[in-house]
């Protein structure tokens, strides 16, 4: 096959401009925010639906690898062409095409980003409760194609929740449209659940009708720290039987507390968890209601507790979240990243599980996250220059992963498993059901053009094109 005369065709259709070929543009399309990195043939900036369409019948004629892209702040890898071909990008599909605050919904492009989704909907008092820590340049593609969820997913629930419908292209440059514009429908295969978090592999997604709701009112904002894991993770449990459920439950552990210390003035010495909770209520509080949070987030070993009643006066004590990313670079130059899941009543397990895994591999092991969710996110910090480091930290990787999964947990909450987990899929997912998976991938995309090499372990698809580096 002449691939240099097929990607004229590529060329008539979007002009040199959105149609790269150059290596400069190749290079920087060709990586993501996992640090991976592969070189494709060309990147593509489609504007329509249309051009999609084309470019995928094109692809699938040829069978050419595409990878959708948007801004490339998946954690994963789920974005890197590790079989070559063409990387799509989203990112001129940047408009909102419809906001109609009386039905609760926004309609846009793939590209838009979440965060202009959240400034157009607060105009009305709404907002669209996917809020991942990346949202002012992670896009509405990405969210759908990751299900990605953030603090407040504990009270609203993730993307997949607050999708109605979408507009996309298949394996073979079909386009279709999946969902409504109601809130409630009983219209066959659910494709647009099945299409959000597929990273993907399924369907390229053109533009979402997302489902508003409206801003809270009132919310209050506790920092609770204390002696020990059990007493904070007893706090979470109890928390999420009141009546007015959390909006948001936040961890860190010692390593974490200790690292932003110096930055954050006011922490308590031997402070062994620390929890942000955030209470939301489209009504005001009451002293009753104050005092019953403050009875639960008492519990014995409770070493400090500040309230805010505003959202000016909680952001001192979001400082401490904020200023924990910066902080992991003083422990290690390496760090892997990962976001497991485990029922929020094995919390306690998994915690001090983490604790004798950071001890038995030599690595430390820094966890926060979402604990409402049971979803904690676990850097594993070491010397990147050092080999046998390395090989620990991989090795007691392995061992979080056996620990959530004996604890009947998930090894991705939110992250999704793009090249990073692929090989573990089938530590989850028995073979039955990964089968499955693979006949409904083998429907929506039957050469296998879309997203080649991620998600589906032992897949058969394009062989590596450029090692992933």
Not at 176 to 195: E, H, W
Not at 282 to 293: G, I, N, V, Y
Not at 371 to 394: Q, S
Not at 463 to 469: D, L, S
């Amino acid at each position: 096959m002449n691939r240099e005369a097929d990607r004229s065709v590529l060329r008539d259709l979007l002009g040199p401009e959105r149609c790269r070929e150059d290596p400069a543009a190749c290079l920087a399309y060709g990586y993501d925010n996992s640090r991976r990195s592969a070189r494709p043939e060309a990147v593509v900036f489609p504007e329509t639906l249309e051009e999609i369409r084309c470019i995928l019948e094109w692809a699938a004629r040829d069978r050419v690898a595409v990878v959708p892209r948007g801004l490339g702040s998946n954690t994963t890898g789920a974005s890197v062409p590790v079989a070559g071909g063409l990387v799509l990008s989203t990112e001129r599909m940047n408009r909102i095409l419809e906001f109609e605050p009386r039905d609760r919904l926004i309609v846009a492009q793939a590209g838009v980003t979440n965060e202009m989704i959240q400034k157009t909907a607060a105009r009305e008092g709404l907002f669209w409760p996917p809020d991942p820590s990346s949202a002012p340049y992670s896009t509405v593609g990405g969210n759908i194609g990751t299900n990605a969820g953030g603090p407040h997913a504990v009270r609203y629930g993730t993307t997949r929740d607050h999708v109605l419908g979408l507009v996309g292209v298949d394996g073979r440059g079909r386009s279709f449209r999946s969902g409504v514009k109601t809130t409630k429908s009983a219209i066959g295969y659910d494709l647009t659940r099945l299409i959000v978090g597929s990273e993907g592999t399924l369907a390229i997604v053109a533009e979402a009708t997302l489902r508003l709701v409206p801003r809270p009112t009132a919310c209050l904002t506790y920092r609770a720290l204390y002696s020990s894991l059990e007493s904070a993770t007893e706090s979470v449990i109890t928390l999420l039987k009141q009546p007015i459920p959390p909006s948001a439950i936040e961890f860190m552990d010692q390593t974490a507390i200790d690292l932003i210390r110096d930055s954050v003035p006011g922490l308590p010495k031997g402070a062994r968890a620390l929890l942000l909770v955030e209470i939301e209520s489209d009504r005001p509080f009451e002293s009753t209601d104050r005092a019953r949070l403050e009875r639960v987030l008492g519990q014995l070993g409770l070493l400090d507790l500040d309230l805010a009643e505003n959202p000016e006066a909680a952001a001192p004590l979001w400082l401490v979240r904020k200023s924990l990313s910066p902080a992991l670079r003083r422990l290690g130059s390496g760090k892997i990243n990962e976001d497991v899941v485990v029922p929020t009543s094995r919390l306690p397990e998994l915690l001090l599980g983490l604790t004798a895994l950071s001890a038995e591999y030599e690595t430390a092991l820094v966890t926060f996250g979402h604990a409402g969710n049971g979803n904690l996110h676990v850097n594993l910090i070491f010397d990147a220059d050092d080999a046998t480091a390395a090989l620990r930290a991989n090795q007691a990787l392995e061992a979080v992963f056996r620990l959530v999964l004996r604890l009947e947990g998930a090894l991705s909450g939110e992250h999704g498993i793009g090249l990073s987990k692929r090989t573990f899929m089938p530590w989850q997912v028995d073979e039955p059901t990964l089968t499955l998976m693979r006949e409904i991938k083998g429907v929506f995309d039957p050469m296998g053009i879309l997203n080649p090499g991620k998600l589906l372990p032992d897949l058969p698809d394009f062989p590596y094109a450029n090692p992933v580096k």
